[in-house]
């Protein structure tokens, strides 16, 4: 079992840039897939980055590839998202995942354990 809890959200202006983490309970954090996705108000939970347990792999959405980043640090069972020039179509609710597979999902139905989120929002 695994529970998640993210931070760092809240009120940017365009162009500007903040980090997301997400801190996670239970000792087999570092075997996890993690994940993050967000929501926009009227539409679907969309994905946006993900990495694998042990760093090897980071994956990301072309939409915010080249301007968020994925990371982790297992001795904080601790997973980040640097976001950088942020734009107003960035404004959403995010949400970090966890999945215990070795392969890195990129769909939202391949997470086993979601936090509560984190409102985004990017004024321009």
């Known amino acids: 079992q695994v529970q998640l809890v993210e931070s760092g959200g809240g009120l940017v202006q365009a162009g500007g840039s903040l980090r997301l983490s997400c801190a996670a309970s239970?000792?087999?954090?570092?075997?996890?897939?993690m994940g993050w996705f967000r929501q926009a108000p009227g539409k679907e939970r969309e994905f946006i980055a993900a990495?694998?347990?042990?760093?090897?792999?980071?994956y990301y959405a072309d939409s915010v590839k080249g301007r968020f980043t994925i990371s982790r640090d297992n001795t904080k069972n601790t997973v980040y998202l640097q976001m950088n020039s942020l734009k107003p179509e960035d404004t959403a609710v995010y949400y970090c995942a966890a999945a215990r597979k070795t392969v890195v999902p990129t769909y939202e139905w391949g997470y086993d354990y979601w936090g509560q989120g984190t409102q985004v929002t990017v004024s321009s």
């Open positions: 239970g000792r087999t954090f570092s075997v996890y897939a």
């Open positions: 990495i694998s347990w042990n760093f090897g792999s980071t």
